[in-house]
C-alpha cells in the first residue's frame, strides 16, 4: 500500500538534540494532521536561543520546552520566529508571552489572521536574516501552503527549517481557499535551488538528505497532476470521484485531506487552461464542481 499523505501513526520524542545547534521540543498537539505535534525548536549554542514556531498553546507542552531548554543548556528565549499563522505553529505564542514575559515575535505578515492570536508581531521578510549567538536564521518566502509562509535556512549547518512546505513523513496539504499549489509548487523550487543538506521539518522526523526529498516531493506533484488528468480523460468526473480512484488503496479517513490536494492540482490546472470545471447549481465550491479536461 501507497504510504499515506499525513502523518497518521507517526511517533516521535517528546524531545530531542538534532545538532549541536538544534533541539527539538513535541507541541504536544498530535493528530492525524500534525502527527505526534508540532516540532518547536532551541536554535543557537548559547545561554540564550532563538525558539523556532511556537506549538498550538496546549498546557503540556510548556513543561516539554522547559525539559528541552535544560537539555540543550538554555537559560532563557532571546526571542521567537514563526513560520507561518496556523494555530498550531503560532498559537502557543500568548502563553509564552505569559509565560517568560514580553519576547520579540516576528513572522511574514498575514493580514486578518495574525491579529487573532492576541501578541504583537514584528515583520520579517524574504531574506532578513535572524541570529543569536552560534546561529543564523535567513528567511526564504515560500507560500503555497499559507500565503504567510517563511522558511529559514540555518546558515551555519546548510540545514532547512521547512515549517510544513515539506514534512518529515508525507505530503504537505495545501487548504483551499488560502493555499496555492502554483505558489507552493515555485516555492519547491525556490528551496531545491538552496540545496540543503539536512531539513528539519515542522511535523515528523529530521530528513537526512534535504534535496533529494524536496525533488521528491516536486516528482510526486508532477505524478499526482498525470493520475488526475488520466482520470479526466475518462469523462467528466467529481473531485471525491478522484479521489476514490486514485487513492484507492488508502484508508478512507485520508480521503478528505486527499480531496484538498485533488481540488488545488484542479485550480491549477484551470489557471493553465488544461481542465475547467461547472459549478453546482447553488455552489461556487470547486470541491462540489464536476470537472472536465479542457
Known amino acids: 500500500m501507497a504510504q499515506p499523505e499525513i502523518l497518521d501513526g507517526t511517533q516521535l520524542p517528546d524531545v530531542d538534540v538534532w545538532s549541536e545547534r538544534v533541539t527539538v521540543a513535541l507541541g504536544k498537539n498530535p493528530s492525524a494532521f500534525t502527527g505526534p505535534g508540532t516540532n518547536t525548536y532551541l536554535v543557537g549554542t548559547g545561554p540564550e536561543r532563538i525558539l523556532l ?3 498550538q498553546g496546549v498546557r503540556d507542552y510548556l513543561p516539554v520546552l522547559e525539559q528541552a531548554m535544560e537539555r540543550a543548556g538554555c537559560t532563557d528565549i532571546q526571542e521567537i520566529v514563526v513560520t507561518h499563522g496556523h494555530p498550531d505553529h503560532l498559537g502557543g505564542a500568548l502563553s509564552l508571552r505569559d509565560h517568560f514575559g514580553s519576547r520579540r515575535i ?24 535572524v541570529r543569536t549567538e552560534g546561529a543564523s536564521l535567513r528567511a526564504v518566502h515560500t507560500p ?23 514534512l518529515g513523513v508525507g505530503t504537505t496539504v495545501i487548504p483551499t481557499g488560502s493555499g496555492s499549489l502554483t505558489d507552493y509548487m515555485d516555492s519547491l523550487q525556490r528551496l531545491r535551488a538552496e540545496d540543503p543538506g539536512r531539513i528539519y521539518p515542522a511535523h515528523g522526523p529530521a ?77 461556487d465550491d470547486p470541491r462540489a464542481a464536476l470537472w472536465r479536461r479542457s
Open 53 to 55: 514556531d511556537t506549538g
Open 106 to 129: 516576528s513572522k511574514l505578515p498575514w493580514p486578518g489572521v495574525d491579529e487573532g492570536f492576541g501578541v504583537e508581531l514584528v515583520a520579517i521578510a524574504h531574506g532578513d536574516v
Open 144 to 166: 503555497g501552503h499559507a500565503p504567510d509562509h517563511l522558511c529559514f535556512v540555518l546558515e551555519e549547518e546548510n540545514a532547512l527549517f521547512s515549517g510544513d512546505n515539506v
Open 207 to 283: 530528513i537526512g538528505n534535504g534535496t533529494a526529498k524536496i525533488e521528491a516531493y516536486i516528482a510526486h506533484r508532477h505524478q499526482r497532476e498525470r493520475q488526475i488528468l488520466q482520470v479526466l480523460d475518462g469523462g467528466p468526473a467529481h473531485v471525491m470521484d478522484i479521489v476514490r480512484s486514485i487513492y484507492a488503496a488508502y484508508p478512507e479517513h485520508l480521503h478528505r485531506p486527499a480531496a484538498e490536494s485533488v481540488t488545488q492540482h484542479l485550480l491549477k490546472l484551470a489557471r493553465e487552461g488544461r481542465a475547467e470545471s461547472e459549478p453546482e447549481s447553488g455552489s
